[in-house]
């Protein structure tokens, strides 16, 4: 755990040094010569909530709504930490739809769709939890969407990262066809951390300590992507 922490901090001073970077080729690539520099933007997505709780836990009944929070929240603290900008798309247990009725899961994903874009995102990452019948297969998981070049590039990055932690089983990023994939040009994965119909997978998202890896495996890889 000690290790954890200090090698965490010594990666987000170093990641700040890339932020200024990264901020300055967003300044000097698009038309905002003469405006000033900004941090860039990273849309911290936690996937469901509310009546959508998404997967559950196969030994403790978790909603993977509720462990996607948890893990959004820590990974927006780090990037903030190292001088990103993060914007979660939702900061409470309730999904994005106003009334639970008819038609909410799209209201749901245009408000998210909607959050990207009213920030201008540099990059987005959505955070979610696997599940399989099979509760062998366990592991974290990265998708980009097919024939996106920045995102592949991405992904790569965050499924390196990740397959460094407990929660890594060697496993590749995959092209996935997912509204929060297509729906912006700015990088975009989907996260999956790990498999909550295994046992494993299962305890260690139910841990702080799980939950801090996963999230900081993340920031790490999107950060090296910024380094790039
Ligand atoms: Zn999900």
């Known amino acids: ?91 409470s247990n309730g999904g994005l739809y106003g009334l639970p009725v008819k038609g909410f899961k799209l209201r749901d994903m245009n408000a998210r769709r909607d959050v990207i874009e009213r920030c201008a995102a540099d990059m987005v990452i959505s955070v979610h939890q696997n599940a ?5 297969r366990r592991g974290a998981q990265v998708f980009f969407y097919p024939g996106k070049e920045n995102g592949r590039r991405l992904a790569e990055c965050i499924q390196r990262s990740l397959n460094g932690t407990a929660l890594g089983d060697g496993k590749q990023a995959l092209a996935g ?12 994965v989907v996260v999956e951390c790990g498999f909550l119909s295994n046992a494993e997978d ?11 890896q996963a999230a900081y ?3 790490a890889g999107a950060a090296e992507y910024f380094s790039g």
Do not use: W
């Open 1 to 91: 755990m000690k290790l954890f922490i200090l090698r965490k901090s010594a990666a987000i001073a170093a990641a700040a040094v890339t932020v200024l970077s990264a901020a300055l080729g967003i300044a000097c690539g698009g038309m905002a010569r003469a405006q000033a520099v900004r941090p860039p933007v990273i849309v911290v997505d936690a996937g469901h909530g509310g009546v959508d709780a998404g997967v559950r836990g196969k030994n403790s009944g978790v909603k993977e709504s509720d462990v996607n929070l948890a893990v959004a929240r820590k990974l927006a603290g780090y990037f903030n930490q190292a001088g990103f900008a993060a914007v979660l798309t939702r900061k």
């Open 132 to 136: 399989f019948a099979d509760g062998t």
């Open 177 to 188: 066809d997912y509204f929060m994939l297509r729906c912006t040009d700015a990088p975009s």
């Open 202 to 212: 299962e305890e260690l998202l139910l841990s702080e300590e799980g939950k801090a």
């Open 217 to 219: 495996a993340i920031f």
